[in-house]
């Protein structure tokens, strides 16, 4: 997210414990910001926030150009009751002046996940989007909610941006309108696999996070997740460090679609680190694939979506029915 007030957030506390008030910040000009709990007094706090909105800003939160109904806001403020948690951001600008600048929550996903929401008053973004995140994984990680799942507009470059700094994975993709759904670990670098193992899962590891047959895989009744790789200044990626992967000790199959250098470290870190899951590569015109692995054959989605199927059948794993 970016914004004029403030480049970086400034220090912030963050108080321990099961109290309200989720964290604090002292900022210029003897303003004051408090995050705590949502509770349904923020109702009409929300609705001032959003009315504050652009069609943009509100299609970007909740795929319309208009704000929500009341009824909608009034239950996004029962969050808790669900077993989910809700934050909200209030400006102090002394005088008795407050104003809600930001909101934050995650509804509970029948996977164990969360699913997440955030808005910011326009200004104060550049700052307050990261602060909120971070004290909401926080929470998550806290209550063993592992991961945080939300459908990001691709348009959406802010919210892309704030969750590609945290290490996302894409889970899938909608074309109408154009979405990413992606998830962030809550605690370490990389999401575990969402959901029971009940189909055999690919991982795709390839530049942006997106495959062009992902849809045609998972109609032929794969479970797939693509890693866009690490990002500057995001969280490592662990196989480049000698270190397991969650996402990929938990496949069936991993597809290597990389570039460049990057391709060539994980194709002799996968085989080290996860021996028991096979790996195949997306080679360019005219080159091997890097490692002696399996390429990914040309032709049609059958004969790709069967050669994946041989792999995974092929490490002996139970891939359910």
Request: with cysteine.
């Amino acid at each position: 997210m970016t914004g004029a007030e403030l480049t970086h957030p400034p220090p912030a506390v963050v108080p321990k414990g099961g109290g309200n008030v989720a964290g604090r910040m002292q900022l210029p000009g003897g303003r004051h910001l408090a995050v705590r709990r949502e509770t349904p007094h923020d109702a009409a706090g929300l609705v001032a926030m959003y009315d504050r909105m652009g069609a943009d800003d509100l299609y970007c939160r909740f795929f319309t150009a208009h704000r929500p109904p009341d009824a909608f806001i009034e239950r996004m403020t029962h969050v808790h009751d669900r077993g989910g948690v809700g934050l909200v951001a209030v400006m102090d600008r002394g005088r008795g002046r407050r104003r809600l600048v930001g909101e934050a929550s995650y509804e509970l996903l029948t996977d164990g996940d969360g699913e997440l929401g955030i808005a910011v008053d326009r200004d104060a973004r550049g700052w307050l989007g990261p602060y909120l995140l971070e004290l909401l994984i926080r929470m998550a990680a806290d209550r063993g909610v592992p991961a945080l799942e939300a459908d990001v507009l691709m348009s959406n470059r802010r919210m892309l941006a704030l969750l590609r700094a945290r290490g996302y994975v894409v889970l899938d993709h909608f074309d109408s309108p154009a979405t990413l759904r992606v998830s962030v670990a809550t605690a370490g670098p990389a999401p575990a696999w969402p959901g029971p193992h009940d189909r055999p899962r690919l991982l795709v590891e390839i530049p942006g996070g997106q495959w062009h047959l992902a849809a045609a895989m998972e109609k032929r009744g794969f479970q797939v997740v693509a890693c866009p790789g690490p990002d500057r200044g995001g969280p490592v990626c662990r196989p480049l460090y000698g270190r397991p992967c969650p996402l990929a000790a938990g496949a069936d199959v991993i597809l290597e679609a990389q570039t460049g250098t990057l391709a060539k470290v994980l194709a002799g870190a996968h085989p080290r680190l996860h021996p028991a899951v096979p790996t195949c590569a997306v080679p360019r015109p005219g080159e091997q694939a890097a490692g002696g692995r399996p390429a990914l054959p040309p032709g049609d989605e059958a004969a790709i979506g069967d050669f994946l199927e041989d792999l995974a059948g092929g490490a002996g794993r139970d891939l359910g029915p």
